[in-house]
């Protein structure tokens, strides 16, 4: 059965989206009749396969803005692995606040963001173990939760979807960019939350966070 919520472009009707928007589509044809039997489909239709892309009509205003991907080791007597106290930033770098539902970020870890509401300006982490973070951090950084796999130390890739699979983020780190940010002590910040994507994957975007430990969750001065 066709769905009440399809839309058809019987006639050459032109379907223009104001919004971004993940688009399935069929054709049907009256006059189309899939082969049955051995090897082919056990029945017969007059909808084609489906069709599926997502069309993006502003990309959505989420952005990493700093990664601690090799931070430095706990003290003497503390049982935490290392690569426990990683964390990557997210900042809402928008105008309106966002539900960042369904947003994830994969690559060399993977995470899907639950309903939460960002605020324009505001930022949040995700961490690779939330009771070490706190350990270090203490708790008043905003976190969305703990992603599964680790970064690794000398470099990895890195991607942030939208909910409709909208590409915002693809790029790779290299330990080699910021030495002060490979295991001594200090995490990866982006010059400039506002700048085309593209330069994510570039060396010159980034910096050394100005604290030892990084800023998670805070503007992180120049």
């Given at each position: 059965?066709v769905?009440?919520?399809?839309?058809?472009?019987?006639?050459?009707v032109?379907?223009?989206?104001?919004?971004?928007a993940?688009?399935?589509?069929r054709?049907?044809?009256l006059?189309?009749?899939?082969?049955?039997?051995?090897?082919?489909?056990?029945?017969?239709s007059?909808w084609?396969?489906?069709?599926?892309?997502?069309?993006?009509?502003?990309?959505?205003?989420?952005?990493?803005?700093?990664?601690?991907?090799?931070?430095?080791?706990?003290?003497?007597?503390?049982?935490?692995?290392?690569?426990?106290?990683?964390?990557i930033?997210?900042?809402?770098?928008?105008?309106?606040?966002?539900?960042?539902?369904?947003?994830?970020?994969s690559?060399?870890v993977?995470?899907?963001?639950?309903?939460?509401?960002?605020?324009p300006?505001?930022?949040?982490v995700?961490?690779?173990?939330?009771?070490a973070?706190?350990?270090?951090?203490?708790?008043?950084?905003?976190?969305?939760?703990?992603?599964?796999?680790?970064?690794?130390?000398s470099?990895?890739?890195?991607?942030?979807?939208?909910?409709?699979?909208?590409?915002?983020?693809?790029?790779r780190?290299?330990d080699?960019?910021?030495?002060?940010?490979?295991?001594?002590?200090?995490?990866?910040?982006?010059?400039?939350?506002?700048?085309?994507?593209a330069?994510?994957d570039?060396?010159?975007?980034?910096?050394?966070?100005?604290?030892?430990g990084?800023?998670?969750?805070?503007?992180?001065?120049?």
């Amino acid at each position: 059965a066709v769905s009440p919520r399809a839309r058809s472009n019987l006639n050459s009707v032109v379907l223009t989206l104001t919004n971004n928007a993940r688009v399935v589509a069929r054709n049907f044809n009256l006059a189309h009749n899939n082969l049955t039997g051995p090897g082919n489909p056990p029945l017969s239709s007059h909808w084609s396969g489906l069709t599926l892309a997502t069309f993006v009509v502003a990309t959505p205003a989420l952005r990493i803005t700093e990664i601690m991907f090799n931070p430095y080791a706990p003290p003497t007597g503390n049982t935490n692995d290392t690569e426990n106290f990683e964390f990557i930033e997210l900042q809402n770098t928008g105008s309106t606040p966002l539900n960042l539902a369904g947003f994830r970020l994969s690559g060399g870890v993977d995470f899907v963001f639950p309903s939460i509401i960002l605020a324009p300006g505001q930022r949040i982490v995700v961490v690779s173990n939330l009771a070490a973070f706190q350990s270090r951090y203490g708790t008043s950084a905003a976190v969305a939760g703990v992603y599964t796999n680790h970064l690794n130390n000398s470099g990895d890739h890195l991607v942030l979807q939208g909910p409709l699979q909208e590409s915002i983020l693809d790029f790779r780190y290299n330990d080699t960019w910021i030495l002060a940010a490979d295991g001594l002590g200090f995490s990866l910040v982006i010059h400039d939350p506002s700048a085309s994507p593209a330069s994510w994957d570039l060396t010159e975007s980034w910096r050394p966070s100005s604290a030892f430990g990084g800023s998670p969750g805070q503007v992180d001065p120049a």
